[in-house]
T-cell receptor, first 113, second 115 residues
Framework: GQQLNQSPQSMFIQEGEDVSMNCTSS?????WLWYKQEPGEGPVLLIA?????ELTSNGRLTAQFGITRKDSFLNISASIPSDVGIYFC?????????????FGTGTRLKVLA | KAGVTQTPRYLIKTRGQQVTLSCSPI?????VSWYQQTPGQGLQFLFE???????NKGNFPGRFSGRQFSNSRSEMNVSTLELGDSALYLC??????????????FGEGSRLTVL
């Protein structure tokens, strides 16, 4: 199935450090969504982006809609242990004549206290 | 307001059986979409329903089907189960804006294990 390139795949960081992850594609998107998923749970929406260049924050999280409309970035500042989980991007794009969301491969974040 | 509710949360079936999963979207949301999540393939789109009509469909075999009722609740069915159908099945409800976009709100999923 179709997936977006998301990097890094996983990362261990120290508590208090900043984290960056991104999603890239050759396709153009009209919306980017960022999610966090914890074991045994469904993805929880963190941030939604609708315009190229848009920068949106949600607490310690900041996400940007790339200018080219082909990528998006998520930053987490001053990480804490509860940030542990898998982070996904989702891009909304026209494919095969219909609009669909395509998901990134996920970034597994582990925070060391 | 209440979130997306999926039932059952966990189920175990054997090959060849069929299964029906249920999803109740957020009140007022008329669009429901279904996704399959596996470690190898990630989140893959199954289908989307809007006002009881299938509006969009992913690349899954005909064994996967769904429907939506007048109250926006949705069900998906998988017939003749295969081992590879073991996955977390996620339902998402959406309010689509006029610019053909919207946010997906997911339920907690139904974990299907096929033995």
């Amino acid at each position: 199935g179709q997936q977006l390139n998301q990097s890094p795949q996983s990362m261990f960081i120290q508590e208090g450090e900043d984290v960056s992850m991104n999603c890239t594609s050759s396709s153009i998107f009209n919306t980017w969504l960022w999610y966090k998923q914890e074991p045994g749970e469904g993805p929880v929406l963190l941030i939604a982006l609708y315009k190229a260049g848009e920068l949106t924050s949600n607490g310690r999280l900041t996400a940007q809609f790339g200018i080219t409309r082909k990528d998006s970035f998520l930053n987490i500042s001053a990480s804490i242990p509860s940030d542990v989980g898998i982070y996904f991007c989702a891009g909304h794009t026209l494919t095969s004549g219909t609009y669909k969301y395509i998901f990134g491969t996920g970034t597994r974040l582990k925070v060391l206290a | 307001k209440a979130g997306v509710t999926q039932t059952p949360r966990y189920l175990i079936k054997t090959r060849g059986q069929q299964v029906t999963l249920s999803c109740s979207p957020i009140s007022g949301h008329r669009s429901v979409s279904w996704y399959q999540q596996t470690p190898g393939q990630g989140l893959q789109f199954l289908f989307e329903y809007f006002s009881e009509t299938q509006r969009n469909k992913g690349n899954f075999p005909g064994r996967f089907s769904g429907r939506q009722f007048s109250n926006s609740r949705s069900e998906m069915n998988v017939s003749t189960l295969e081992l590879g159908d073991s996955a977390l099945y996620l339902c998402a409800s959406t309010v689509w804006t006029g610019e053909n976009t919207g946010e997906l709100f997911f339920g907690e999923g139904s974990r299907l294990t096929v033995l």
